[in-house]
Each structure stands twice: as structure tokens, then as C-alpha cells.
């Protein structure tokens, strides 16, 4: 693993990235002493899933006029 000071981990920051996606983690030292190990994450994250809760709840036909008339009242738009 090579190690590397603050300054030229800020300098070669994407360099260091392209290191640790390739699959070698980089050590930042600050004053010589090792504080940080830059690594790349294990897996990227699950993407959604669709329709995964088909079944589980079911949408009014009408769901775009719910609450119509309580809306327009608040507009002043009631008869």
C-alpha cells in the first residue's frame, strides 16, 4: 500500500481515486503518520426494484380528484 503526505493526496486527489477503484488502497499520512486508507467501496448499491410492492396497497380511481371540492373551497373556487 503506498502512502502518500496531505498535500500531494490533495494535489493528485483524482489520481488516488483512479488507484482505488482499480482496486489498491492509498494510505494519507498527515506529518508521517498514516491517518486515512482510501479504498474502493465492496459493491455499488442495489438498484430499485420495480412493482416490488404490487399487491400491497391499491390506488382509488379517482385519485386525481380527491379532495377537489375541499381544495376549491380553499381557493374561493366553490359554487
Known sequence: MPTVNMHDAKTHLS???EQ???GETVIIA???TPIIKVSALDAP???RRRGFMAGEYTVPRD???MGE?????LFGLAD
Not at 69 to 73: F, M, P, R, V
Open 30 to 32: 498527515r506529518a508521517g
Open 45 to 47: 448499491p442495489e438498484p
Open 63 to 65: 385519485v386525481d380528484r
Open 15 to 17: 489520481r488516488l481515486v
Open 20 to 22: 482505488a477503484v482499480a
Open 69 to 73: 371540492a375541499e381544495i376549491a373551497a
